[in-house]
Nanobody, 120 residues
């Protein structure tokens, strides 16, 4: 079974920085896209950033210039460096992996979420 485990969520003041990490474990041969989504209370889950296996990146307009996504393919890990945090960035951040090849099938996997709280 493939799992995604996130870490790095915390309480931080506005203007501060955080780095989220997400590691895939289990029977993983390859992963196409890895990304981060977030869900604030009472709102839908939205894309924050995604990175392809070839390191092509896409960002939500609201985080461009402040957040940076990266990945280590050898470790099946994706990172989200967040700077210039704002109270509106407060949300549960979920890691996602698409087209995970486990040797017999392709999977889409979600992490359990990590809470980021930005105080004003």
């Amino acid at each position: 079974q493939v799992r995604l485990v996130e870490s790095g969520g915390d309480l931080v003041q506005a203007g501060g920085s955080l780095r989220l990490s997400c590691a895939a474990s289990g029977r993983v041969f390859s992963i196409n896209a890895m990304g981060w989504y977030r869900q604030a209370p009472g709102k839908q889950r939205d894309l924050v950033a995604v990175i392809s296996s070839g390191s092509r990146t896409t960002y939500a307009d609201s985080v461009k210039g402040r957040f940076t996504i990266s990945r280590d393919n050898a470790k099946n890990t994706v990172y989200l460096q967040m700077t210039g945090l704002k109270p509106e960035d407060t949300a549960v951040y979920y890691c996602n992996a698409k087209q995970v090849w486990d040797g017999s099938r392709y999977l889409e996997v979600w992490g359990q979420g990590t809470l980021v709280t930005v105080s004003s």
